[in-house]
């Protein structure tokens, strides 16, 4: 149930806080709230078990724990990184909504790592949330891929992949891949 009231409450927010342009894409001041969303979905998995495969470069290695709120908000943290909600980012994105989802994508020729974030709702119920980030400079590459999948019924978090790339010049392309399963 508080789940439910935390995805209507961030549809209220986000849906309350746009304008439409004659494209019919809307310009946000406001986007999807994922660091609020990562923390509220945190706070109510006090002792909740994770199953992860962790892949570097290959090398596979296999955890299992319980972990406290603070330990998920450190394990969900590629996702609170993917926060677009700043003010600095305000106007960045341009954002499509649809009654499954809500998209915002990093408006051409404007600055920033996360290049997109998609909302996937069932119903009232947020499915999944799936980001794209991307860095690069002259000496470094980097691109990181994330997605939250819920369980249908209950909206609670069920699983979730991050894959990430680092390529550093002259040097072979480091590669991660973490795969996920909550197990409550």
Not at 1 to 18: E, Q, Y
Not at 27 to 45: C, H, N, Q, R
Not at 116 to 133: A, L, P, S
């Amino acid at each position: 149930m508080k789940h439910n009231f935390i995805a209507v409450l961030i549809l209220i927010l986000v849906a309350g806080c746009s304008s439409e342009n004659e494209t019919g894409i809307q310009s946000e001041t406001v986007y999807f709230p994922l660091k609020d969303y990562i923390e509220v979905t945190a706070s109510g998995m006090e002792g909740v078990g994770i199953l992860k495969e962790l892949n570097v470069n290959g090398e596979k290695e296999t955890i299992r724990d319980t972990l406290t709120s603070e330990s998920w908000l450190k394990e969900l943290d590629f996702f609170i990184k993917a926060d677009i909600s700043r003010p600095s980012l305000s106007g960045s994105y341009e954002t499509q909504r649809s009654v499954e989802y809500l998209i915002h994508t990093l408006k051409e020729g404007e600055k920033g790592e996360i290049q997109k974030i998609v909302v996937k709702y069932e119903g009232q119920i947020i499915k999944e949330v799936t980001f794209r980030m991307k860095s690069s400079n002259l000496f470094y590459n980097s691109e990181t891929r994330g997605v939250i999948f819920n369980q249908s019924l209950t909206g609670r978090l069920d699983h979730y992949t991050v894959e990430t790339v680092q390529k550093v010049i002259f040097l072979k392309p480091n590669k991660m891949i973490v795969n996920a399963s909550v197990v409550w």
